[in-house]
């Protein structure tokens, strides 16, 4: 199972995880297979992206990979321009990529979202 976190942190946190890793790196360790990471600044811009209809969309595509954007949007019953813009957010994101057929595919199987609700638990989780 191809699974990516998601989480709550900003830039920071972000920065600081980059800079060990450079560091150990560099000294030529080995460094552990990781599971992908998606940060967010806080709940509300988590929450803002990955909304209710753009996480239906990613099971859509999870459970019937190889979709157009057309075939996407009349199977969610959604207008196709909104549905595309769906579809070019999460791409950016990297939760849905497009196969070289034109075709739609989310490349993970689970989202695992950390949503620390105070900002003492946002430090532990970093």
């Known amino acids: 199972m191809k699974c990516i976190e998601i989480g709550i942190g900003g830039g ?3 920065l600081a995880q980059f800079a060990r890793t450079w560091r150990r790196a560099s000294r030529g360790e080995r460094l552990p297979e990781t599971t992908p990471r998606l940060e967010f600044s806080s709940l ?5 992206v990955l909304s ?3 996480l239906a969309l ?6 019937q990979p190889g979709s157009s954007i ?5 199977r969610l019953g959604r ?3 909104n549905v595309h813009g769906d579809v070019r957010v999460l791409g950016e994101l990297g939760l849905i990529e497009r196969r070289a057929d034109g075709m739609l595919k989310a490349p993970y199987d689970e989202l695992v979202i ?4 105070t900002a003492a638990a946002r430090r532990r989780a970093a």
């Open 44 to 48: 509300a811009e988590l929450l803002g």
């Open 79 to 81: 207008d196709y321009k």
């Open 12 to 14: 920071r946190q972000a």
């Open 114 to 117: 950390h949503a620390p609700l």
């Open 52 to 54: 209710p209809k753009r």
């Open 70 to 74: 057309r075939a996407l949007a009349g």
């Open 58 to 63: 990613l099971d859509a595509l999870a459970t």
